[in-house]
């Protein structure tokens, strides 16, 4: 047997770049059977597995991979899904390069295995396979304690993860969702080419198997407010509602018709479904020039839907350079492959319009690279002088999120951090209301999905430890 | 599960009409200014509607909309025991009110309608309402006698002078003004060139002038920010930080421009609408 170190990753099968910029299919096309046993077979098998410690909510990695090799994709998917309610989902939008596959051994000397692309094999694989009604179905579903309910705020991936672990335990979860759609940040923010809107739709309905009771269009802090739930008799709340109000850059210009935050154009075309407009209502600006403003994976996300609506030329403006994009390698990498430009060391300084009130131009300083900052990243110095001015007439605005007011402002009560952000207790997430817990990105400011799922995984934990007792929580 | 129409009532056949809805925790809830978004069917745009009352033992909410594009055209082929697919709410900051006196409340179009529940909130917090209402002609002046009920004066305003001045509210406002009357504030809601003429005219008396602003809103519980206007130079989001806002303070310019936005894209979608009519019933 060759030394499986030497094995080189099993190549993840994409739509090609000049193709799939002209549709909104999803552009990693999954591996298949062999494709994933081969991949599973380079796992070690490490007796100490430093991959669990990198993921956020504690998958048996190891587990799950020695049932891939083995072609047990039910045994697989039972491992994975004691740990993680949305596998197709993580297995699609985890950084996996930072978290699991970061940690692995074999990375140090050659390429780690594979763990996103194989997480999402068994997810899907799964779901095809007969044996998933017998796992997700009602069996499992029974509400073992209908005297406790515990009530979630927001239906993105945090709650997601809080009403799963919860549910499989026995306790009766119920999920408020101010949109018309549950998923949170997975319908309204990641594109349908990278995960697509039925993936999510079936994790929902795994949970909703468990008994899980998502309600829509209830805001929290409007329609429920904190104390109307503890009023309700619920045992305990937990608060998901995301990070919210877009951040713009206080720079002339920010309001000229043609400058949108990426929530906006993002939420218009995933959750609006805008790019089937006029088949669905929800419009969706349209521009030949598209600069994006802003180097994360939200940018990158922005930059490829603006393509794939049409626009000809797509540029990341971007202050830092390309080595201190924030997004993932893989998503600059595709963006770039289906013809984002890539403009970095500008600094937007103005958006300037035309007489009637339409953006037309973005003005940008040149910057160099100084010492690097408390960052670690180097810092952007301006190039005295030195501008530039874009012709575009479309900019979106990918810099980040400030904290949702709503819930916060309808409970003056809850403990708030030096940047607006809900106050936790980082091991148990409670906030400094009595079994009122938070976590996500109402907690932290913006991050990833896995970050908000593993917050979920460690407030659902405690809330089952008070509710049932020691045993019930792992 | 939608939302049922209890009542359906065409205020100004084929243009305005009025909607009753069940909707028992929003009717807890709302409060004047507060506004809703509907989503008619699966295919929806979301769309923002003010809550012009509101009916908590019964729970229900009333709104009332002008048909303009694609949604309220399909709103209104919608008809008692209908069901409307999503209402979220309420949306927005509730008006301040407290007791200060005499109010003017000014309402244009179908903004008497938002004006309408804000006038009942200050009445009934033990101010002096006085409601100008203005609208092209007689007929198409909304909600008068409801707010006769409830005002110490209802004034009228019609372009033709079929009925009350002849010419617009805010000429009748700057007589108001001139009197002796002492008036603690004015509030305006309807089209924003109306808005905006009404600061025009307010500002010299430096009276505190609140104005509602109608800007495009996509999730309305600020999160896109496609609802942000300048006031006082600074942006802010309409769907949490008001609606209501100072209007000396508006930069009513921009709010005009960025109404504009999808100008061409709600034609397309009423075009699709008149070809294809109307697919919510499947």
Same mark, same amino acid.
């Given at each position: ?28 096309? $999954?591996? #298949?059977?062999?494709? %994933?046993?081969? *991949? !599973?077979?380079?796992? /070690?098998?490490?007796?100490? =597995?430093?991959? +669990? ?118 306790? $009766?979860? #119920?999920?408020?969702? %101010?949109?018309? *759609? !549950?998923?949170?940040? /997975?319908?309204?923010?990641? =594109?349908?080419? +990278? ?280 | ?282």
């Amino acid at each position: 047997m060759a030394r499986k170190t030497m094995t080189p990753r099993t190549p993840m099968p994409h739509q090609p770049a000049d193709e799939r910029v002209g549709n909104f299919n999803e552009v990693a096309l $999954g591996y #298949t059977p062999e494709d %994933a046993r081969r *991949e !599973a077979e380079r796992c /070690l098998q490490c007796k100490k =597995p430093l991959c +669990r410690e990198g993921c956020p909510v504690e998958i048996d990695i190891r587990g799950f991979i020695a049932r891939v090799a083995e072609d047990d994709v039910p045994g697989a998917y039972e491992v994975i899904r004691k740990y993680n309610s949305l596998p197709a989902v993580c297995g699609r939008v985890c950084p996996q390069e930072n978290q699991c596959e970061g940690r692995c051994i074999l990375g140090k000397k050659g390429e780690s295995v594979a763990i996103g692309r194989l997480e999402r094999y068994v997810a899907d694989a799964f779901a095809a396979s007969d044996a998933c009604e017998e796992i997700t179905g009602k069996r499992e579903c029974v509400m073992l304690r209908d005297d406790l309910k515990v009530a979630c705020i927001g239906a993105g991936p945090a709650s997601l993860t809080v009403a799963g672990y919860l549910a499989s335990r026995g306790i $009766g979860v #119920t999920v408020y969702e %101010a949109l018309h *759609e !549950a998923g949170g940040v /997975l319908v309204y923010g990641i =594109p349908e080419f +990278r995960l697509p809107k039925a993936i999510v739709a079936r994790e929902l309905d795994g949970l909703r198997e468990l008994g899980v009771d998502i309600v829509c269009n209830w805001v929290g802090g409007k329609t429920i407010t904190i104390q109307d739930l503890l009023d309700e008799g619920y045992d305990a709340i937990f608060i998901g509602v995301g990070a919210g109000l877009p951040r713009f850059m206080s720079i002339p210009g920010e309001n000229l018709v043609g400058v949108f935050s990426a929530n906006e154009y993002l939420t218009r075309v995933n959750l609006g479904r805008g790019y089937d407009f006029p088949n669905h209502d929800t419009p969706v600006f349209k521009a030949e020039h598209v600069a994006v403003i802003g180097a994360g994976n939200v940018a990158m996300d922005a930059a490829r839907t603006a393509l794939r609506m049409g626009a000809e030329k797509v540029s990341i403006v971007y202050r830092r350079s390309e080595d201190e994009m924030p997004a993932r390698r893989e998503e600059i990498e595709h963006a770039v492959e289906e013809g984002v430009r890539l403009r970095c060391l500008c600094g937007p300084l103005s958006f300037n319009g035309d007489d009637k009130g339409r953006m037309e131009s973005i003005t940008v300083q040149k910057m160099c690279l100084g010492e690097p900052d408390e960052s670690g990243r180097c810092r952007p110095v301006s190039v005295e002088g030195e501008t530039e001015t874009i012709p575009c007439d479309m900019a979106i605005i990918a810099v980040g999120t400030r904290p949702n007011p709503i819930l916060l402002e309808a409970t003056p009560e809850l403990g708030l951090n030096d940047w607006g952000y809900v106050q936790v207790d980082p091991e148990t997430g409670e906030t400094s209301l009595r079994n009122v817990f938070a976590g996500g990105d109402i907690v932290t400011g913006s991050a990833t999905v896995i970050s908000a799922m593993g917050a979920g995984r460690r407030a659902a934990r405690e809330i089952a430890r008070r509710l049932l007792g020691d045993e019930a929580a792992d | 599960m939608g939302y049922k129409i209890l009542k359906k009532q065409e205020l100004i056949p084929g243009q305005t009409t009025l909607l009753v809805i069940d909707a028992p925790q929003i009717a807890q809830k709302a409060r004047p200014g507060n506004f809703i978004i509907l989503r008619v069917h699966e295919n929806g745009e979301r769309v923002p509607l003010t809550v012009a009352d509101r009916d908590p033992e019964n729970g229900t909410i009333t709104i009332v909309y002008l048909v303009v594009g694609k949604t309220t055209a399909e709103l209104n082929t919608l008809n008692q025991g209908d069901e409307i697919l999503d209402v979220c709410g309420p949306l927005g900051k509730a008006t301040h009110i407290e007791k200060c006196g005499t109010v003017v409340c000014v309402g244009g179009g179908t903004g008497i309608a938002a004006m309408h529940h804000i006038a009942k909130g200050h009445a009934q917090a033990g101010n002096r309402v006085v409601a100008v209402i203005g609208a092209r002609s007689r007929d198409l002046l909304l909600f008068r006698s409801e707010l006769s009920e409830f005002c110490a004066e209802v004034r009228i305003a019609t372009d033709d002078g079929s009925e009350g001045h002849k010419g617009f509210v805010t000429e009748v406002l700057q007589g108001l003004l001139e009197g002796e009357e002492d008036i603690a504030e004015v509030v305006a809601v309807g089209p924003v060139p109306m808005m905006e003429a009404v600061c025009r005219v307010t500002k010299p008396f430096e009276v505190k002038t609140t104005v509602s602003l109608n800007s495009i809103m996509v999730d309305g519980i600020g999160m896109c920010g496609a609802c942000r206007c300048t006031v006082n130079g600074e942006t802010r989001f309409a769907c949490v930080d008001g609606p209501e806002f100072d209007g000396q303070q508006v930069d009513f310019a921009e709010l005009k421009a960025r109404l504009w936005q999808f100008k061409d894209q709600e034609k397309t979608s009423l075009e699709h609408f008149h070809h294809k009519g109307c697919k919510c019933h499947g």
